[in-house]
Each structure stands twice: as C-alpha cells, then as structure tokens.
C-alpha cells in the first residue's frame, strides 16, 4: 500500500473523451453542435460552414488548453507532495530519510518547524516548554 498523492483528473487517453462530455453536456454547447453538423445536410445548409463551426471550436480549444493546463499543475504538485522527504525512525533505532509517496502505517516521523506532513499522523512529542503545538491546516 502506497501513500501516493493522486489529484490529476486525466491521463492521456481519458483527456479528450472526458473533455468532450463534460462539454457537450451542457445546453448551449450541445446546441451549437447539433447546427454546426446539419450544416452538412445539403436543405438544411445556410451560411458558410466555417460560421457555424470556428465559434464552437474556438470554444472547444480554450477550454482544451484550460483543462489541460489546470491538470499539468495538479501533476506537478502532487509530484512535488510524493517527492517530499520525511525522516523516519527504523528498527535499528537510527533515523534515515524517505519521500512521502513511502510513509507507511507505524512510521515515527520526525517533523520540523514549518514542515508540511501528513494528515494523518499522531503527535508524540513537541520541543515546546508548555507542550503546545500549533499546526495550520490549509
């Protein structure tokens, strides 16, 4: 069992199909589809197709680009979560280091001032006189 951070929303075969779906679902998008394809049924056909089809694919890219942009970030912070090292403390009694993505159930980790750590830890001990602690959660 892994302590692997996983927050992106595609991979590179689900990003085009999600994207589509998730866009098409909406009214107004679906809209302009449906008259942007009886475009190519010669009755129904009005104007140049290049009217019907540029404003919906003009929508479709931005919205490509912005999901694709939001996802890399996500990518590149979980990366930089999983690559975080923590010290732990081995059987052996001495204290060595291993990225979060490998914290596992019963490790005794040594938390620094200021230092990010999992939410799921139990608090041992604290250098502080009164043996108060403040964590932030953010």
Known sequence: MTNRQNNTKYNIFTFLPVV???QFK???NMFFLLIAMSQFYAPLKVGFMFTYISPL???LAITMIKEAFDDIQRFRKDKDINNTMYEYLQ???TWHMKPSSNVCVGDI???HQ???FPAD???LYTTERQGTVF???D
Do not use: H, P
């Open 26 to 28: 909406f009214f107004y």
């Open 20 to 22: 589509l779906y998730n």
């Open 121 to 123: 830890c139990l608090l």
């Open 57 to 59: 694919v003009f929508v």
């Open 109 to 111: 980790l040594k938390i």
């Open 91 to 93: 059987k052996s009694g």
């Open 135 to 137: 964590i932030r959660t």
């Open 114 to 116: 200021n230092q990010r």
